[in-house]
């Protein structure tokens, strides 16, 4: 029963470090329609920039959040304003490309600056566990699973009380409408792709913490993301919460009781028997093109 | 170009590429032209499924690895002869193809990219996990197999022609029949299709296992080659990248796109990738970006419509 419980816990709490990665990859996707295959360097970004403050000025990773939000956002700003924006109307399988080769550039840049060594961000904390009858919770990993809540409560703060958010949700619901009313789409599409940039790099800062990082860590990253996202409904922001709870929990359910290999086979039969039965995502709140 | 200087061309250089092993060439050229045959080959199954359809599939790899793994065991446990092997390779994948084709090729856009990945990585994870669940040797899991040794480069060099001339032959073949313009209205306008009696589900399906089918021989082809496999060789997913990219730079949906973006991308891996391995990726990212941001139509399409107006 112990073992159950703790491999529910585990799960609970990989499903969160999945969610805070792939909210950003859901709210790109909703509002611009945009499959960002380079959506995993943004996390290998974040968690090589708190490697480096870390590792050069040994300032903790959790300070170093805040930073690697303000950076990726920039970053995803920039990009969105001056390279993808101008594909954004193309048929999709032009921005799967374009955002493909981001990926290569990104990706391989990387490798050759910082080498394929794998990396680790070591604190005085790493190890520390909190113990609540017999079940062991890391204190980095719950941290992200705050964060996680925090990004998916925050994200809907942005969408539902603010006037950027409803311009945002203006645009994703009809783009032509909403250039009508006065908003100014590609701005919009540049402020969106930066949110979405920065809250995927602050879960990249959490995550170094207790997973190794190295340059070519980011295509995984998408890879899940993708699952978490279809599993939650494509688009729907809340979705990524379940999404990711789901799939952690299967994972680790399966790895302890079956076979931990099996558990990445499962992800993707998993994976594809949604996308077959219902493609709008557990709650079926989910865009379908 | 008028019509028949063009074709004539085109015999000239088939001819030429068929004289080329009896050439006195170096060991290593002939290898660069046979790998190049067979990128396009592989190129030109993904350009069938995608290009004419425009449904993007990221597992094509899926059915490559099903054929090199078929081809493998068939040739080290059965001792079938290699011609068999790669023939099954190619049937089993297409069958496979069918009853994964159905469901997903009902997706639209992303959904059935995402479909087709997940489909080739849990391939790859089914045969990387099988043995050790079922408790029996048979996938050997990431051990991968050994065939036997194969012949030299000159065999591979002229497999890989016939296969290339063959789906080259195939691609060319739909382009003017009626089932290659049925795939183009699908491209275009699949409800306007559907609407003017076009059996859309059933055309995609039949795109897709004929792209499966070629993929599959050339797994089996590939896996002889290579005389060793695992499942993370044969099912890489940078496979199904590669063939993506080099039917963008080529030209989607043309006939000799992959033809020009196989060899370009090819050449640029062997001058590069041995001595700056890290620069070539990167190369390809830049030129990915640029072809998408300049010239979406790829090598071919642009110059088509360069030529018309």
Redesign the interface.
């Known amino acids: 029963m112990l073992l159950f419980l703790q491999s529910l816990m585990n799960g609970i709490l990989l499903g969160g470090i999945y969610a805070s990665y792939s909210a950003g990859f859901s709210l790109i996707?909703g509002v611009m329609?945009v499959?960002n295959i380079f959506h995993g360097e943004m996390v290998m970004l974040g968690a090589f920039l708190t490697y480096w403050i870390f590792t050069l000025f040994h300032i903790d990773p959790f300070l170093t959040v805040p930073l690697s939000f303000f950076s990726l956002f920039i970053f995803g700003y920039l990009i969105q304003r001056f390279?993808i924006n101008?594909?954004v109307e193309?048929?999709?399988?032009?921005s799967?490309?374009?955002t493909?080769?981001?990926?290569?550039?990104i990706?391989?840049?990387a490798?050759?600056i910082w080498t394929a060594d794998f990396r680790t961000v070591t604190t005085g904390y790493s190890g520390m566990n909190a113990n609540i009858g017999g079940i062991i919770i890391p204190y980095a990993r719950l941290a992200t699973f705050v964060l996680a809540l925090i990004v998916v409560a925050g994200l809907y703060f942005l969408l539902y009380k603010t006037e950027i958010g409803r311009a945002i949700q203006a645009t994703a619901q009809d783009k032509e409408i909403a250039r009508l009313m006065g908003v100014n789409i590609r701005q919009i599409y540049a402020i969106t792709f930066g949110v979405g940039a920065a809250i995927t790099g602050m879960a990249g800062s959490l995550i170094s913490t207790y997973f190794i990082i190295f340059p070519q860590m980011g295509?995984s990253y998408t890879?899940i993301a993708?699952?978490v996202v279809?599993l939650g409904g494509?688009g729907y922001i809340p979705g990524a919460l379940w999404g990711g709870l789901i799939l952690g929990v299967v994972q680790s359910l399966t790895a302890t009781y079956?076979?931990a290999?099996?558990s990445?086979?499962l992800t993707?039969?998993l994976?594809?028997i949604m996308?077959?039965l219902r493609?709008t995502g557990i709650l079926g709140k989910g865009i379908?093109? | 170009m008028p019509k028949k200087l063009s074709r004539m061309i085109l015999i000239l250089i088939t001819m030429g590429l068929l004289i080329v092993p009896l050439g006195g060439f170096s060991e290593y050229f002939i290898r660069l032209l046979a790998m190049i045959f067979l990128w396009i080959g592989k190129t030109g199954c993904w350009n069938i499924i995608s290009g004419y359809t425009?449904y993007?599939d990221f597992g094509a790899v899926g059915y490559y690895g099903i054929g090199s793994y078929v081809t493998a065991l068939l040739m080290s446990k059965g001792h079938t002869p290699f011609l068999v092997s790669i023939l099954v390779s190619g049937l089993v994948s297409a069958s496979i193809a069918l009853p994964i084709g159905l469901?997903?090729l009902r997706?639209?856009?992303?959904?059935f990219?995402?479909?087709t990945?997940?489909?080739a990585?849990?391939m790859k994870?089914?045969i990387?996990?099988f043995d050790?669940?079922a408790g029996v040797n048979f996938f050997e899991g990431p051990h991968g197999i050994t065939l036997p040794m194969g012949p030299k480069n000159e065999f591979f060099y002229y497999i890989g022609f016939g296969v290339m001339m063959v789906v080259i032959g195939i691609a060319y073949w739909i382009k003017r029949s009626k089932f290659g313009y049925a795939l183009r209205a699908i491209h275009e306008a699949e409800q306007a299709a559907e609407l003017s009696g076009v059996d859309t589900l059933r055309n995609k399906v039949k795109a897709y296992m004929i792209g499966a089918f070629f993929l599959g021989v050339i797994g089996g082809v590939e896996a002889y080659w290579l005389t060793y496999i695992t499942p993370h060789m044969v099912f890489d997913?940078l496979i199904t990248?590669q063939m993506?990219?080099m039917s963008?730079l080529g030209g989607m949906g043309t006939v000799f796109g992959p033809v020009v973006g196989a060899s370009f991308l090819t050449t640029v891996y062997e001058l590069l990738h041995r001595d700056f391995p890290?620069?070539y990726?990167?190369i390809?990212?830049?030129?990915?970006?640029v072809v998408?941001?300049l010239m979406?139509k790829g090598i071919v399409g642009t110059l088509k419509t360069k030529v018309k107006t």
């Open positions: 996707f329609g499959i390279v101008r594909v193309a048929p999709p399988m032009i799967y490309l374009l493909f080769g981001i990926h290569l550039i990706a391989y840049t490798l050759g295509l890879i993708f699952c279809v494509m079956l076979n290999g099996l990445g086979a993707f039969i994976l594809f996308l077959i493609p379908v093109e | 425009g993007i469901p997903t997706l639209r856009g992303a959904y990219g995402i479909a990945l997940a489909f990585e849990a994870q089914i990387l996990e050790k669940t997913v990248i993506v990219v963008l890290y620069t990726t990167i390809v990212g830049f030129i990915i970006v998408v941001l979406p």
